[in-house]
């Protein structure tokens, strides 16, 4: 088998095992903090639950762009081994945490040490043929779609079986063996040129983002994230709304969640390989509209049924969004300079992680959930457009730098002559 091959059916698995074994322990969050550490007030559970589960995300955002710029000085093997060996020993100790503050600030460590999913993209990309890029980023997608679908699933059961302190063990024993499978079966063949002078963060960072495609990209990335998300907190709500049949609330509203990701799981190669042939750009336009077009009857659905096949729809569509996205910073990304673009890209794409529900939440208190899905359609086309407007005029901008380049050198010639 080919290298690249190999090396992407590996990190599939391991993707797969890392966001299972990660979403494991979102289900019972709250639990833990009543049971284990005796936070039985309701609203000190759901602050303390809420700033535990957002603090890995801030210290994510933080510390992306330089974990990604460091693997483009040391390699981008190191940096998946480094964050699933860093995530096993901070998940491991979690389970040992008897307050909420030690769990708050092992939640923040291990945002500071994560970044094994936008490692192991970045290792990808750079070890891939160009012409099958698109193709191995759709089936990383899937891989850690079908973990994140399974995980809060397993970790439900696992829940009812062992108590909770011991799912956060077998959680740190998953993302170990991840890891050790990673050290001894994925080779990296592109590795970082050595270089006698290195420029540093700073200097790095304004290269990328004058980089003129990059900021447009980022910015996209952050707007798909955050659109997506600003309804989802409020998607049980509305389930119960809509009436959940036979009144199982819970199944359906979790139902909801998983249709759109299985969905998207079986998308994601196939429009990463109709990315490789016709364009990752044309493959994330068409998405955003697609996206935004099954966003629309959202708002007009009266059953659960029908939320269902829309959210079916919706996730075929996601399904051609960040592997996209990826493919495209890849191929924008100055040489060698790969991962500290991924890492400004996984930061963006954090902040909408964050905001997104955020913000969803409160505008929902004022046009309702049904409002907040036509705004996120509208939002989603606005970026599509300028996604393409942006992309229009970068390579403009290209074009007439060559096209100026070319008449300097002519110029120069007929001098000389």
């Given at each position: 088998m080919e290298i690249w091959?190999?090396?992407?059916?590996?990190?599939?698995?391991?993707?797969?095992?890392?966001?299972?074994?990660?979403?494991?322990?979102?289900?019972?969050?709250?639990?833990?903090?009543?049971?284990?550490?005796?936070?039985?007030?309701?609203?000190?559970?759901?602050?303390?639950?809420g700033l535990i589960f957002g603090i890995n995300f801030l210290s994510a955002f933080v510390m992306a762009p330089i974990w990604g710029s460091l693997a483009d000085k040391v390699g981008r093997k190191i940096m998946v081994l480094r964050s699933g060996f860093g995530m096993t020993i901070v998940i491991f100790l979690m389970g040992l945490a008897t307050s909420p503050l030690q769990l708050l600030i092992l939640r923040l460590l291990n945002g500071t040490v994560s970044g094994f999913i936008p490692a192991s993209i970045s290792l990808v990309a750079t070890n891939t043929p160009k012409e099958r890029t698109g193709y191995a980023l759709g089936m990383l997608q899937s891989g850690a779609v079908s973990g994140s679908i399974m995980g809060p699933f397993i970790g439900g059961i696992m829940a009812e079986v062992v108590d909770y302190r011991t799912i956060f063990s077998l959680t740190a024993l998953m993302i170990g063996l991840a890891t050790l499978v990673v050290t001894f079966a994925v080779k990296e063949v592109s590795k970082p040129e050595p270089a006698q002078e290195r420029a540093g963060f700073l200097a790095e960072g304004s290269h990328i983002f004058h980089r003129k495609p990059l900021p447009i990209l980022f910015s996209v990335g952050f707007m798909l994230q955050f659109a997506m998300l600003a309804p989802m907190p409020q998607m049980s709500l509305f389930v119960d709304q809509l009436g959940a049949p036979g009144g199982y609330l819970a199944f359906f509203a979790g139902l909801v969640t998983a249709v759109t990701g299985s969905a998207n799981m079986l998308a994601s190669p196939r429009l990463g390989r109709l990315g490789d042939q016709f364009g990752s750009d044309r493959v994330l336009?068409?998405?955003?509209?697609?996206?935004?077009?099954?966003?629309?009857?959202?708002?007009?659905?009266?059953?659960?049924?029908?939320?269902?096949?829309?959210?079916?729809?919706?996730?075929?569509?996601?399904?051609?969004?960040?592997?996209?996205?990826?493919?495209l910073i890849r191929k924008n990304a100055p040489r060698g300079k790969e991962s500290t673009a991924y890492g400004y890209s996984t930061s963006a794409v954090f902040l909408g992680h964050m905001l997104g529900p955020i913000t969803g939440g409160f505008l929902a208190g004022w046009i309702g959930i049904r409002g907040l899905f036509l705004l996120t359609a509208g939002l989603l086309v606005a970026g599509a457009f300028w996604l393409r407007s942006g992309l229009r005029r970068s390579a403009a901008s290209e074009s007439r730098r060559a096209s100026s380049g070319s008449r300097h050198v002519s110029r120069r010639v007929v001098n000389s002559s």
């Open positions: 091959r190999r090396n992407l059916y590996i990190l599939m698995a391991s993707q797969f095992l890392v966001m299972g074994a990660m979403s494991m322990i979102i289900p019972f969050l709250p639990l833990y903090l009543k049971d284990e550490m005796g936070v039985t007030d309701p609203e000190k559970t759901q602050l303390w639950a336009f068409f998405a955003m509209l697609g996206a935004a077009v099954s966003f629309v009857p959202h708002a007009m659905v009266t059953s659960v049924w029908q939320l269902l096949v829309l959210r079916f729809l919706l996730g075929l569509c996601m399904g051609g969004l960040l592997p996209s996205l990826h493919s």
